[in-house]
Every structure is written in structure tokens, then in C-alpha cells.
């Protein structure tokens, strides 16, 4: 079982012009991939896993999900960053916040990592999903200040989350908010956790079209 990640996001560059959302993104995705692979089935929002919160149930979505005839499957978390611009009339919104945006791509492979292995006794995970063969989180953005190294980010709140190609994540190697003061935008919030991963990884952004580049992060 496999997929061509590459293949679809060229493909994907000539079929669309821009998204003028994550979710139209998503869509357009898991179209394309029924389109290429008619013997997979593709899920959107699929609970993968469920776990136990200040005693409530809180319940893993896993943006596409790739399903072969044996319960197989591929997993696939997207994340959709702009700043604000326009492309042939269709006028994008500014997301800013790049700090949060790579944490949160970050989480994305740190949460692929945890269905891949389906190992953390704490979550309860769907047991119609049988063996995960691949996981990928891709980022599609044209907000350069995602790919390129900023020399004044390495004192900053998210020097730990960078992720151009100069960046790395090292296995085992805990990733934390930089908080010099003790104090930050993310305390009290989810986001204020620290991730360790159980592989080491490298980035490689790739041209999509106009000013857009994508970031596609296999998990090992």
C-alpha cells in the first residue's frame, strides 16, 4: 500500500489555482487521491483514537485517512498557512502567528507518530484501522517566514519549533517553548507542552506554485 505524496501536490498545483481554506484543501486532496487510488477508500475526520481528559472523552481526528480492502491505512494531517494576498482575484486571509504554526505542524508529526505505533497505553485507538503503513504532515503555505532561517529566531519564544531546512528535530530530544522571563503567549493554553519524538527528522520544502511551497514530513 503506498501513495505518491509528490505526484499529488504537482498534480494538485495544476488542477487548482489557490485554496481559499485548509478544508477546501483538504477536500481537493482526498479527491485527488480517489481519483489516483479507486481501490483505497479516503476518509475525512476520522476518530482514530480516543483517550481520557479531566475524566472526559476526548477524541483524535485524523484529517485523511486512506483505507485498502484489509483495513490498512495511510495517514495524512494537513496544515493551510497564508498571509494576506491575492491570486487571480481570490484574496487570502493573513493567518500570522508563525510560532503556533510550526508548533502546530510539529504537533501534527508528533501525533502521526503516536498512531503509527499505537503504543501509548493512555489512548484507546480505533480498532477497524488495522496496520499503519506510512503517515505524512504537509504544510502548504506562502509565508516564507516558515522556510526561511531567521537568524533572530534562535532566542526566541519558538526557537525549539523552526522548521526550514536548516532545522532538525533529533530524536528524544525534548522541544520546548523558549520562556527567558517564565512568561508567554502560551501559557494556560494546550500548546504549552513540551514534544519529544521517537525519530530524528530533516525538512525539505518543495515549489508548489506562485509563492506557495510545501513541506511534506514522512514519519518513521
Request: net charge positive; charged share 30%.
Amino acid at each position: 500500500m503506498d501513495i505518491d505524496i509528490k505526484h499529488l501536490m504537482e498534480l494538485l498545483a495544476k488542477q487548482e489555482d489557490v485554496f481559499e481554506s485548509e478544508a477546501q484543501f483538504q477536500f481537493d486532496l482526498a479527491q485527488l487521491i480517489r481519483d489516483n487510488y479507486p481501490s483505497y477508500k479516503v476518509k475525512l475526520e476520522l476518530t482514530t483514537a480516543t483517550t481520557l481528559k479531566n475524566n472526559r472523552l476526548k477524541r483524535l481526528y485524523t484529517d485523511i485517512i486512506v483505507l485498502d480492502k484489509d483495513g490498512n491505512f495511510i495517514a495524512i494531517e494537513l496544515k493551510y498557512k497564508t498571509k494576506s494576498s491575492e491570486y487571480n482575484g481570490v484574496k487570502l486571509l493573513n493567518h500570522g502567528a508563525t510560532d503556533l504554526g510550526r508548533f502546530d505542524y510539529l504537533w501534527d508529526v508528533h501525533r502521526l507518530e503516536l498512531l503509527k505505533k499505537k503504543d501509548n497505553t493512555a489512548y484507546e485507538f480505533n480498532k477497524k484501522l488495522k496496520t499503519c503503513v506510512k503517515c505524512f504532515a504537509i504544510m502548504l503555505t506562502n509565508e516564507k517566514n516558515y522556510w526561511v532561517v531567521n537568524k533572530q529566531s534562535r532566542n526566541t519564544l519558538f526557537k525549539d519549533f523552526c522548521i526550514s531546512e536548516k532545522d532538525e528535530i533529533i530524536a528524544k530530544k525534548p522541544l520546548s517553548w523558549y520562556k527567558p522571563n517564565n512568561k508567554s503567549c502560551v501559557d494556560g493554553t494546550w500548546r504549552d507542552v513540551s514534544l519529544t519524538f521517537n525519530n530524528s527528522y530533516n525538512f525539505k520544502w518543495n515549489d508548489y506554485k506562485y509563492d506557495f511551497k510545501y513541506l511534506v514530513t514522512e514519519i518513521k
